[in-house]
């Protein structure tokens, strides 16, 4: 998959140092991943929730940081909307 809006991981690691290995852990996962429908996001991560239009919401660092992207999986394209921590999601207008 490419994946675009990587300014939004970098926003959140200046912010929140320890989110640093595990985000760049999931660049490198989605980037060498073949997402071809939900599906398959959910065979990797079973406790990803998809939320409207095909943005998934992901869980990382043992849900310490929450990451939403939208999937084209006709186009293979991840684009990371918006990334922080759990308590930062939930004010989140999504």
């Known amino acids: 998959m490419r994946v675009v809006g990587r300014e939004e991981v970098e926003k959140c690691t200046r912010k929140h140092a320890d989110s640093r290995n595990a985000l760049q852990a999931w660049l490198a996962e989605a980037e060498a991943a073949d997402w071809r429908s939900g599906q398959d996001v ?53």
């Open 42 to 94: 959910l065979d990797r991560y079973p406790r990803n929730d998809f939320i409207r239009k095909g943005s998934a919401v992901f869980d990382v660092k043992g849900n310490d940081y929450r990451l939403v992207a939208q999937i084209g999986f006709n186009r293979a394209v991840v684009r990371v909307l918006k990334v922080g921590t759990h308590a930062e999601y939930d004010t989140w207008t999504l």
